[in-house]
């Protein structure tokens, strides 16, 4: 065996030691188009650490707590990873979270090993659930109604009645075939048949057009899960990473090659950062505190997709105290394609040179935290494939030992994106 194979051998060897679970189709949608897809998404699931008995409960010990997205009151399937969705499956409730663990009892029993992995299927974002305002008299909601109580969407969706007090307004739009002054989203402009849209307090189209009450469901969950992740925060305001770490966005215009050197953000009129389709940036962040910090970068894009954009695959690595690091998580932004939708909220249209523009807010999230933590959770594809190319107040629960809590923090960095139209 030469040298060559030897290190290949290490190498495979110290990689499924470290991540015993990695697979090609689990890692990206790189390859998709060879097994006939255009997307894959990434499969979210857990490991059992173990399985146990406590007063006369069977529980499991999962591996992945509050700071992976595993929260106090949802739902996991247990099943053979691989194994497609069954009526059989064991469902388990989580009932305390730690940082990395969460224990979770057993309430529809069936066949369980260790080697099984634990899928969500009903998350609970107590007050960060869309609160969806709908005419529950007509008729055409009856299977959206339906959709919303099972306990796969139960959780992230709430039905309201009062006015002042929702995050969505579901209306059916009548077929018509002239749009006059007052219709409502006049954009969609001529209809042939009605069609159900979600909108904003504010009259903005939040999600696509369609009479798919599934589709929909679908979306408002993607668009429940898109909100919590980007209000996900530590409200222990004691630990030992609060206010202490700092994400500053750079920026080089477009077309720069990479000897380019980097500069600090255009600010626009808002305060925000500025940029504009085609532009690159980068994020550089700073440890304050006096510990060694694990560093992990999501971006929250204006087409609802999350993708983490920091660390690679395999690049995780600690940052030490009073250290920053060099320009990571570098990427060129776009818009989708047309055809996607735009969740982000989008300003009026204005001219500039003669062109049309439009401007669209995006975040960049750091995470920080004193140990590894996986965030596949939060992570999901856009409302519509980019051809181009998720209650807060249980975050941390106080019956656990505080002194074995590992300190971890948030940091938003939004920034508008400009394009012409």
Known sequence: MDNFDVLINDAIAFTQYCYPTQHPIFE????????????????????????????????????????????RG?????????????DSDVLIKVEETLPSISHAVVTCPGNIKVEFGCFEVSHSYGDAALNILLDDQDPRFGEFLLLVHDHNVSGALKIVQEVLSWDV?????????????????????????????????????????????????????????????????????????????????????????????????????????????GDQIA????????????????????????????????????????????????????ISS??????????????????????VTEVMKLFASTERIDLSLLLQTPFVYRESCCGLSSLLHKEVDEDNIPAWETVNAPFVLEFGT
Request: charged content about 25%; overall charge neutral; proline content about 6%.
């Open 338 to 359: 047309q055809k996607a939708f735009q969740l982000a909220e989008c300003e009026a249209v204005k001219e500039k040179e003669g062109n049309c523009q439009q401007q």
């Open 28 to 71: 990206s949608a790189q390859n998709a188009l060879i097994f006939g897809a255009a997307w894959l998404e990434t499969p979210r699931f857990l490991d059992i650490r173990s399985i146990y008995n406590a007063g006369g409960r069977k529980m499991v010990e999962m591996d992945g707590g509050f700071a992976s997205g595993v929260f």
């Open 169 to 277: 307004r579901l209306v059916f739009i009548e077929k018509r075939s002239t749009v006059a002054e007052g219709d409502m989203v006049p954009q969609l402009g001529v209809l042939g048949e009605s069609t159900c849209v979600a909108l904003s307090p504010d009259g903005r189209l939040l999600l696509p057009p369609t009479t798919d009450f599934p589709a929909l469901c679908e979306y408002l969950r993607k668009l429940a899960r898109y909100k919590f992740g980007v209000g996900l925060r530590n409200l222990d305001k004691h630990n030992n990473l609060c206010g202490k770490l700092s994400l500053e966005l750079k920026w080089r215009e477009s077309g720069s090659s990479r000897y380019v050197p980097w500069k600090p953000a255009p600010m626009g009129e808002d305060g925000f950062p500025l940029f504009h389709s």
């Open 283 to 334: 994020c550089v962040i700073r440890n304050n505190s006096d510990v060694k910090v694990w560093l992990y970068v999501l971006e929250f894009a204006e087409d609802g997709s999350v993708m983490q954009r920091y660390p690679g695959r395999g690049g995780e690595e600690q940052l030490a105290p009073g250290s920053s690091t060099k320009e990571v998580a570098q990427m060129q932004l776009g």
């Open 74 to 86: 949802s739902i996991w399937a247990v099943r053979p990873v691989g194994a497609l969705p069954r």
